[in-house]
């Protein structure tokens, strides 16, 4: 189930990391955003869209050679430059990996039962994060942003170029193996959670 963005009351709406580089950011003094941009660049729309929703951002750096700050330290500065003003903010900069940005997002917001949650992360990451999060015990409703394909059409369609399938490829494994890791570690809730 996905949330319907005109409808339903929204307490509150979790973005997931993955979409600004913190190496890059750092050296260049402001946020550089990847392939996954519309992680963070969804969240202007939805802010407006509900006025009194909190607004959480949940990703530390995950790099194991590079200690620059994480990716929070840089959604700060972005967030405010779509006009969302600082106290609707709160930033999760511990977390280096899927799992953590559920378990360290709950400590830090304290869902309340019944509280609506959104959580918006790439179409292609959303199953293991809806696991992570149900594993967590935070109930939410997933938004996905940032989707690489166009539906079942592209099965029959080849791509573009051979470097287009290797990298959507690439992508698909790295999320197929993860979801089977996060399962055998007992880090989601199934092996391939599904609406509720």
Known sequence: ECFEP????????????GAISP?????RGQPALNESAERV??????ARRFPQARIVFSGGNASLINDA??????ALPLFQSFGIPSSRIELEGRSLNTYENAVFSKQL???RPGERWLLVTSAHHMPRSVGCFRRAGFSV??????????GAGDLVIPFSS????LARTDVAVREWVGLVAYW?????????PGPD
């Open 141 to 150: 409703m997933p938004y996905p942003v940032d989707w690489r394909t166009s």
């Open 184 to 192: 055998l570690t007992g880090k989601t809730s199934a092996l391939f």
């Open 109 to 111: 917001v304290r869902p």
């Open 23 to 27: 190496s890059l950011s750092s050296e």
């Open 162 to 165: 051979l470097s287009a399938g």
């Open 41 to 46: 660049t969804a969240v202007a729309a939805l």
């Open 6 to 17: 005109r409808s339903g009351r929204t307490d509150g709406i979790v973005v997931l990391g």
């Open 69 to 74: 700050p994480g990716e929070a330290t840089f």
